[in-house]
């Protein structure tokens, strides 16, 4: 399973990204994808996951109602947009698949495969 993740960058505060993880190879075994992110000197923090088989998505609290995850499965794409960003959104941006079950979704540990990271700076 390979998966690229696209669209980080360098935006305002109150500016919105949209970020993109495009996956490869045999994904049909997974429970979920989710975005993950990371900054400086920081534990790697759930964003947002979205579950295979009941197609709900789930949400990190810092980032409700700011967030949307989606899925667009004829292009085995996992999409992220971000709106109001904020100075603390700073982070390098992981989207991952894995089998965890849903009380375990924000868990990064139930994730096995990673891409490789897109760096989101939120600066004036």
């Known amino acids: 399973v390979q998966l690229q993740a696209s669209g980080g960058g360098l935006v305002q505060p109150g500016g919105s990204l949209r970020l993109s993880c495009a996956a490869s190879?045999?994904?049909?075994?997974?429970?979920?994808m989710g975005w993950f992110r990371q900054a400086p000197g920081k534990e790697r923090e759930f964003i947002a996951a979205?579950?295979?088989?009941?197609?709900?998505?789930y949400y990190g609290d810092s980032v409700k109602g700011r967030f949307t995850i989606s899925r667009d499965n004829t292009k085995n794409t996992l999409n992220l947009q971000m709106n109001s960003l904020k100075p603390e959104d700073t982070a390098v941006y992981y989207c991952?698949?894995?089998?965890?079950?849903?009380?375990?979704?924000?868990?990064?540990?139930?994730?096995?495969?990673w891409g490789q990271g897109t760096q989101v700076t939120v600066s004036s």
């Open positions: 991952g698949v894995g089998r965890p079950i849903i009380s375990a979704i924000s868990r990064s540990d139930m994730y096995y495969y």
């Open positions: 190879g045999v994904i049909f075994t997974i429970n979920a």
């Open positions: 979205s579950a295979v088989q009941n197609r709900h998505t």
